[in-house]
């Protein structure tokens, strides 16, 4: 029993939270890669862009709330988000055709897009924050949980409970269903197979005949998609505040780079490996050792390898320590 | 002369700014703007020493920065004895655990040949190492931290004067960036952009956590200053005639003798604050200017030739017999150094060290722009930078409330949207920033005051 205790123990604080976590570091992840391969930029203006998309899914869910058109058990965000991505995608093409556009046509050195991308950062940061301020802000409604610790507690008659809150099954569902329709379209169309030819080898790409003006401007929106989708997914797990999402940008980097950055199924694991880190690392393990060894060796001290004030700091030293032993990566990167 | 003419008249008019800033608002306020632009000025001139002269670029400035205004407290803090006697000895117990793994883990690296064995060893000593660490430092940490929490819960400092620590700073940043260097500069530009703010982050997580060292989000204040104290000067005989004999043509007008000294009294508060500005203005003056001849100096020597001849093409200087990875690590070094004294110098202005305030978009991003907007690889152009983007900064505020009332002016007060613009007021500077650089980028690439090499 006390082993089945144990177990709940560590699915209940580590293992949900951090797959949902993971879920939401992995879609900006793979966008931070997209972006990388084919337009060859790092792009410092990721967690601004989220916080963009999520913005306009907040008074998209707003304007819903205030018709009174709702979805019942589940979020009415996720009704908003569909509206948010059309806005989003034609913001992102906007910013691409006066500022990106003439960088990419002048083929300028990837450190100039790379500045190039701290300005929009800046723009995008202070439309966010005068439209709808820098404070927190909640949009979740619907049901919360849906698994109560308690009621679980009283289903199984554990002295663990499981907490399952809806947010974080429907980030995983939504990551998953959004991932393989990402990889079937990289890997089984026309276009997506373009695509990762582009990102391969910019000139035989051009020599076959590809048109790179719609390359981009299919990157651009599926970047629109990934922004507006992982940006609402945390808000909604979470809260939305811009300031948070500028600082989520380092991890979402930390898990491009060490899935292999250019490859969107490293950054999509990278996004869970970081998340895992940081929580294995971080998490107090007292309890669990209290279930599972005997009463005489019961551990006196929280038995925590960091305190959680470094959660950042985990993944950066992961991020650190690929860069040194492999800076391609876990999964060989440069391939899309 | 003519040559250096538009130098002249950009640095002209942005005196001209200060002081009509000293007019209309109050000498208060342009003086804490030059000083702070002063400031900026020294870290954009770090930067541009990567940036410009090597074309490295470093994300980090925050780090280095934090690091400064660390020196800043480790240096002029009076050492507190009753901390040092409960845990100083478990402290440096740890300190010296930490030089042994390192001198082990170099020797292992000097010693064995790079096989996977060598690697898992490595990697063992230092896991190892840092249990071990933890354990020793544990009880340590705990009973300092335990002195007195409400004000000292930490080692405290050396108690030396704070100007020593703009030296300790830039041996603290330079050390840091030299750690930095060994590990992250062989990686591509990009990679290095985002491994350096990483990095910059732990270190600020570090100062942040570690309550022992600084007190961490608790704050240090009330740090010692190179300058008199307001209170002080207000009681003094010299400063007070000073300030009369300045201040003559308006007290003149007064007649009645206790209003006279009542006006007086406002004045000579008034001229204390300036006054004590100015003299951080002064110290703040000499280092720029030192640090300027130095970096013009630096530029014009054969190694200045070298460098620029690295950064625009690494492969020709390597094969022409320069260290391209030795002098890249030294000027890694040399510029972050810089930020660091730009760093121990902001602390020692503000009289303050407060670890939650250093964040990556005021501390790197900005500084950035700074370089951008003035003008890589030239130094009076970084300075100008330094000082125009910080202007801005502060003063996007009145302007854009300014814009804001001009827009808005056919709409009525309470109107909803004029009320939640004037609030959103103070994130325009973002905007402006952001769409400053952006026209920069696109416009004048190289800057306001582009780099120019005149050989001689």
């Given at each position: 029993m006390d082993f089945v205790n144990a177990i709940i123990l560590l699915l209940n604080y580590i293992f949900v939270p951090a797959l949902a976590y993971g879920s939401q570091l992995a879609l900006g992840a793979i966008f931070v890669t997209l972006i990388y391969g084919i337009l060859r930029f790092a792009n410092f203006a990721t967690g601004d862009m989220m916080s963009f998309g999520t913005m306009v899914t907040i008074l998209f869910t707003w304007y819903f709330q205030s018709l009174g058109i709702s979805l019942g058990f589940l979020p009415t965000a996720l009704l908003a988000i569909p509206f948010a991505i059309i806005f989003m995608a034609s913001y992102m093409l906007l910013i691409d055709k006066f500022v990106f556009k003439y960088y990419r046509v002048n083929k300028s050195p990837p450190v100039q897009l790379a500045m190039v991308s701290i300005g929009v950062m800046f723009v995008t940061q202070a439309v966010v924050r005068i439209i709808i301020g820098p404070s927190d802000r909640r949009f979740f409604d619907g049901?919360?949980?849906?698994?109560?610790a308690g009621e679980f507690k009283e289903m199984t008659g554990l002295n663990e409970g499981l907490a399952i809150k809806s947010t974080q099954v429907i980030t995983i569902i939504v990551t998953m269903i959004l991932v393989s329709v990402l990889f079937w379209f990289l890997n089984k169309t026309r276009t997506g197979k373009s695509m990762r030819a582009y990102s391969d080898n910019e000139d035989l790409a051009l020599l076959s005949g590809i048109d790179p003006k719609k390359i981009v401007m299919i990157t651009w929106i599926i970047a629109g998609i990934l922004a507006t989708i992982g940006g609402a997914l945390y808000g909604l797990d979470k809260s939305f505040k811009p300031f948070t999402y500028f600082n989520n940008m380092l991890p979402i980097f930390a898990a491009a780079i060490v899935g292999g950055i250019g490859n969107p199924f490293g950054a999509f694991l990278g996004g869970y490996v970081i998340a895992f880190s940081e929580i294995l690392l971080t998490y107090a393990y007292k309890k669990f050792f209290m279930y599972v060894l005997p009463e005489s060796m019961?551990?006196?001290?929280?038995?925590?390898?960091?305190?959680?004030?470094?959660k950042f700091a985990v993944s950066f030293s992961i991020l650190v320590i690929v860069l040194l032993y492999r800076p391609s990566g876990i999964f060989k990167g440069k391939i899309l | 002369m003519r040559k250096n003419l538009n130098v002249i008249a950009a640095y002209c008019i942005m005196m001209g700014l200060i002081i009509l800033v000293g007019i209309f608002q109050s000498w208060n306020i342009a003086l804490s703007i030059f000083n702070l632009c002063l400031i900026s000025a020294v870290m954009t001139m770090g930067a541009n020493i990567q940036w410009?002269?090597?074309?490295l670029i470093n994300f980090g400035i925050m780090g280095y920065t934090a690091l400064g205004g660390l020196a800043a407290v480790l240096i002029s803090v009076d050492p507190v004895q009753e901390a040092w006697s409960k845990g100083g000895f478990d402290i440096l117990m740890s300190l010296f655990l930490i030089i042994i793994m390192v001198f082990v883990v170099r020797y292992i690296l000097k010693k064995y040949k790079k096989s996977k064995i060598r690697t898992y060893s490595i990697a063992s000593i230092i896991i190892l190492g840092i249990i071990i660490i933890r354990f020793t430092a544990e009880p340590g940490i705990e009973a300092i931290e335990a002195v007195n929490p409400a004000k000292t819960g930490f080692l405290g400092?050396?108690?030396?004067?704070?100007?020593f620590s703009w030296i300790v700073g830039a041996l603290f940043a330079g050390v840091l960036a030299f750690i930095i260097g060994k590990v992250?500069?062989?990686?591509?530009a990009d990679y290095l952009a985002i491994a350096t703010l990483l990095i910059s982050e732990i270190v600020i997580a570090i100062i942040k956590h570690?309550?022992?060292?600084?007190r961490g989000v608790k704050n240090v204040i009330g740090l010692k200053r190179p300058a008199p104290y307001e209170v002080n000067l207000q009681q003094t005989d010299w400063f007070i005639n000073l300030v009369e004999k300045f201040n003559l043509s308006k007290l003149n007008l007064i007649s009645d003798l206790s209003e006279r000294q009542a006006a007086l009294n406002q004045f000579v508060i008034e001229g204390s604050s300036v006054f004590v500005k100015l003299c951080y203005s002064g110290l703040f003056l000499v280092i720029v200017i030192t640090l300027l001849i130095l970096t013009q100096k630096a530029l014009y020597s054969p190694w200045g030739r070298m460098m620029r001849a690295i950064r625009d093409n690494e492969e020709a200087a390597n094969a022409m017999g320069k260290n391209v990875v030795k002098q890249h690590l030294l000027i890694f070094v040399l510029g972050s150094a810089i930020v660091g004294i730009a760093g121990a110098m902001l602390v020692t202005q503000d009289g303050l060290f407060t670890?939650?305030?250093?964040r990556p978009m005021r501390y790197t991003f900005l500084i950035w722009v700074m370089v951008i907007v003035g003008g890589s690889g030239n130094n009076f152009g970084a300075i100008l930078g330094g000082f125009v983007v910080w202007f801005l900064w502060i003063e996007a505020a009145p302007i854009g409330l300014y814009l804001v009332n001009l827009t808005t002016a056919?709409?009525?007060?309470?109107?909803f949207l004029k009320v939640h613009l004037i609030e959103s007021v103070p994130y325009f500077r973002f905007l402006m920033m952001g769409i400053g650089l952006l026209l920069i980028m696109r416009y004048?690439?190289?800057?306001?005051l582009p780099e120019k090499i005149e050989i001689k």
């Open positions: 049901e919360k949980f849906l698994i109560k019961e551990p006196e001290g929280l038995v925590q390898l960091l305190s959680t004030d470094y | 410009g002269y090597a074309g400092g050396l108690g030396l004067p704070i100007i992250a500069l062989g990686l591509r570690e309550d022992w060292l600084t670890p939650g305030s250093y056919g709409l009525d007060n309470s109107h004048r690439p190289k800057g306001i």
